[in-house]
């Protein structure tokens, strides 16, 4: 089983953390239904990037801010069925608080409800509000290890989106776990889920 000197551990949450794609595929196709007809979030969405900056490739500048209140409304409506992967909130509870962060492209009140609803309790949430500069940008990484004082080079990330481990490996970040089934080549290892990880005494162990 691999095994990594790891300080601080930086979590994406949809797709690593909850399970809310099927939730947030409600929410992005009735707000289509209104605002982009012809999208579909199953066929063109683009997951690990802020909904801000695919809302602004769909509607006109001026419609920007009013399409984008419309589908977090929308998406915070379903949001209270989101549910915990395998592993992500028996991870979460055995880790120090002040080690580990989640690092989300969603809102915050969106990302407040469905943290929430999956029962994963962190103390510190790094959201679209928080950064100028949304995943794959380095920026989210860099602010996520910075508010819980941790070196990059001594973090880990848990990401499910190309756009995230592409944001984590320009941050420099130490190691970087895919999870899930999606192509993610440049991470340093790719796991079903966080019931295949371990962390304790700074030692992060991944079983495959």
Request: proline share 7%; charged share 20%; aromatic share 6%.
């Amino acid at each position: 089983m691999p095994s990594y000197p790891i300080d601080g551990l930086l979590f994406d949450n949809d797709g690593v953390l909850s399970d809310s794609l099927a939730l947030a595929a409600l929410g992005w196709d009735r707000w289509a239904a209104e605002y982009a007809p012809g999208f579909s979030f199953a066929a063109n969405a683009e997951h690990g990037v802020p909904a801000r900056d695919l809302v602004a490739k769909l509607v006109a500048p001026e419609l920007v801010v009013e399409a984008c209140a419309v589908l977090e409304r929308y998406e915070i409506e379903v949001s209270h069925e989101t549910e915990a992967l395998p592993g992500a909130v028996a991870l979460t509870q055995s880790l120090p608080a002040a080690q580990w962060a989640v690092v989300t492209s969603a809102t915050p009140e969106l990302a407040r409800v469905r943290l929430a609803a999956a029962g994963l309790q962190p103390t510190t949430v790094v959201t679209a509000d928080d950064v100028v500069n949304g995943k794959p940008h380095p920026e989210p990484y860099l602010a996520g290890a910075a508010a819980i004082g941790i070196e990059p080079a001594r973090c880990v990330v848990f990401e499910d989106a190309p756009a995230g481990v592409a944001a984590a490996r320009a941050a420099g970040i130490g190691v970087v776990v895919g999870i899930g089934s999606q192509d993610l080549r440049d991470a340093t290892v790719v796991v079903p889920s966080l019931a295949h990880v371990r962390w304790a005494d700074g030692v992060l162990t991944v079983s495959e």
